[in-house]
T-cell receptor, first 111, second 115 residues
Framework: DTEVTQTPKHLVMGMTNKKSLKCEQHMGHRAMYWYKQKAKKPPELMFVYSYEKLSINESVPSRFSPECPNSSLLNLHLHALQPEDSALYLC??????????FGQGTRLTVV | DQQVKQNSPSLSVQEGRISILNCDYTNSMFDYFLWYKKYPAEGPTFLISISSIKDKNEDGRFTVFLNKSAKHLSLHIVPSQPGDSAVYFCAASARSSGSARQLTFGSGTQLTVLP
């Protein structure tokens, strides 16, 4: 099983809403990542969790709040987003190593 | 400062011919390189990787070549098929003390394989 599952696939939210993106993997990977990708751009790293601890936060605004409840789950809590935050949000996992496996992404639209 | 560069935003190749996608990097600390394939509105799919101690890695139709002295790598796809049409991202990874490795991506190359 080399699958990273992200829900929901699509999300439309208003600027005053609170929503959460979810990510799950059952490969026993101990590193999990959130990336943001805008159209025609490469994925940009947002957060890295290693052994369920936040190890990297790439200067992401506080309206994005990550959470790692256990080694299989990763959430991204969203609050008071701006229209420019609309993007494809990608979750990935790796065995604290090399190849990162990506989920299908959540297409987020902020209206 | 882009540490991983893909200078060709697009490439068109005839079906059955070879596709060669190129990638350059600047950071000497990178010790692992990967290629991902991405369709629109989907997550990147891992294709093939190479360690910096090797100069070639092959997996079926995909071969990655690494030239450390030139800080250059390339992905060869042969024979190319229409289903290979996608955006290809080069990524590089370096050891990081105290935290998980992270990937640095190039800007991507749109490959179109013409029937």
């Amino acid at each position: 099983d080399t699958e990273v599952t992200q829900t929901p696939k699509h999300l439309v939210m208003g600027m005053t809403n609170k929503k959460s993106l979810k990510c799950e993997q059952h490969m026993g990977h101990r590193a999990m990542y959130w990336y943001k990708q805008k159209a025609k751009k490469p994925p940009e790293l947002m957060f890295v969790y290693s052994y369920e601890k936040l190890s990297i936060n790439e200067s992401v605004p506080s309206r994005f709040s990550p959470e790692c409840p256990n080694s299989s789950l990763l959430n991204l809590h969203l609050h008071a987003l701006q229209p420019e935050d609309s993007a494809l949000y990608l979750c990935a996992s790796s065995q604290v190593g090399i190849e990162a496996f990506f989920g299908q992404g959540t297409r987020l639209t902020v209206v | 400062d882009q540490q991983v560069k893909q200078n060709s935003p697009s490439l068109s190749v005839q079906e059955g011919r070879i596709s060669i996608l190129n990638c350059d990097y600047t950071n000497s600390m990178f010790d692992y390189f990967l290629w991902y394939k991405k369709y629109p509105a989907e997550g990147p799919t891992f294709l093939i990787s190479i360690s910096s101690i090797k100069d070639k890695n092959e997996d079926g139709r995909f071969t990655v070549f690494l030239n450390k002295s030139a800080k250059h790598l390339s992905l060869h796809i042969v024979p190319s098929q229409p289903g290979d049409s996608a955006v290809y991202f080069c990524a590089a990874s370096a050891r990081s003390s105290g935290s998980a490795r992270q990937l640095t991506f190039g800007s991507g190359t749109q490959l179109t394989v013409l029937p």
